[in-house]
């Protein structure tokens, strides 16, 4: 979208000097903004008002209590468009060390119940992230048979998927009857493109969908796309050590973001949905 003097006379910063736009994502509508003292990153979602943003907000300060976050400067509408303005961070490089670590402190964040206290509708995936007492109970049904069902309605589901994703669901159940999950707080899109590192070196936090669940999940979506070195679970292991067979788990949750993906993007992710649940 092309932002008016109008519109940006609005924001809650002063005499904005320049506006370019900057690679964010596929979801938002990114900016630079500079005024004569400060420079800032803005997101933008057109149409979608400042609840779109309501739930990133409350990841940021929730993860930013243990990690290292972009600082919140602003958020709120101008018109019925959303927007996000947090500090301008100028990238670097750093520690994967160090980066495991701060994932592990994130997660020794704990919480009584599975889920978080509101729902994220806003999105092009919705989450239902009611309380649960049980992790089987809130995995299955509140993550992963939404995206069942989603992929069923756009015909990206078939007989044999169906068949082993029962099998693969009759195996969780029977797993986590005799294994318990401490709710951690997640992440919830630990990919490696929502971590960074600052101009100094500090790794850092972004975009996050935060809820508390297994913190394997968060380990499984950083085995999936790569940019994740083994310096990062070394790391993550000195702090909050995972437990003994995880990467036999892995599996079920990677098919979390997986779904996903087929949903979004379409059959192009099917070999590998497939791939996991051939293995139940």
């Known amino acids: 979208m092309s932002l ?43 149409k979608r008002g400042k609840e779109f ?3 990133e907000v409350e ?39 160090e980066l495991g670590k701060m994932v592990a402190k994130v997660h020794q964040q704990h919480a009584k119940q599975f889920g978080l206290d509101h729902n994220f509708t806003a999105g092009k995936l919705p989450k239902n992230n009611t309380w649960q007492s049980d992790w089987t109970t809130f995995y299955l049904n509140q993550r992963l048979q939404p995206l069942v069902d989603l992929a069923i309605k756009k015909g990206r589901w078939n ?6 994703f029962q099998s693969m669901s009759n195996q969780f159940k029977k797993y986590y009857s005799t294994h318990d999950v401490t709710p951690s707080l997640l992440h919830g899109d630990l990919w490696s493109g929502n ?27 950083t085995t999936i796309f790569g940019g994740f070195s083994q ?10 050590p995972l437990k003994i067979g995880v990467d036999k788990r892995l599996g079920w949750y ?19 949905v497939d791939q996991i649940l051939r293995a139940y």
């Not at 006379?9 to 003292?37: A, C, F, H």
């Not at 101009?199 to 979506?221: K, Q």
């Not at 310096?231 to 909050?240: A, I, K, M, R, T």
């Open 195 to 221: 971590y960074m590192f600052t101009s100094d070196g500090t790794p850092m936090l972004i975009d996050p969908d935060v809820f508390y669940g297994d913190r394997e999940l968060d380990i499984a979506m």
């Open 59 to 97: 990841g940021l300060e929730l993860l930013g209590k243990v990690a290292n976050t972009p600082k919140i400067v602003a958020t709120g509408e101008v018109g019925l468009d959303g927007f996000l303005i947090l500090n301008w961070i100028d990238t670097g490089s750093g520690s994967q060390v």
């Open 53 to 55: 943003f309501a739930h």
């Open 4 to 46: 008016s003097k109008s519109w940006l006379q609005q924001l809650p910063i002063d005499d904005v000097k320049t506006i370019k736009s900057v690679s964010g994502g596929d979801i938002n509508d990114s900016y630079m903004l500079e005024t004569q003292t400060n420079k800032y990153f803005m997101k933008v979602q057109p």
């Open 159 to 164: 007989d044999w998927r169906k068949k082993q």
């Open 254 to 272: 990677q098919l979390n973001y997986l779904l996903a993906h087929l949903n979004l993007f379409g059959e192009t992710y099917g070999p590998m």
């Open 231 to 240: 310096e990062f679970y070394q790391g993550y292991n000195s702090v909050y």
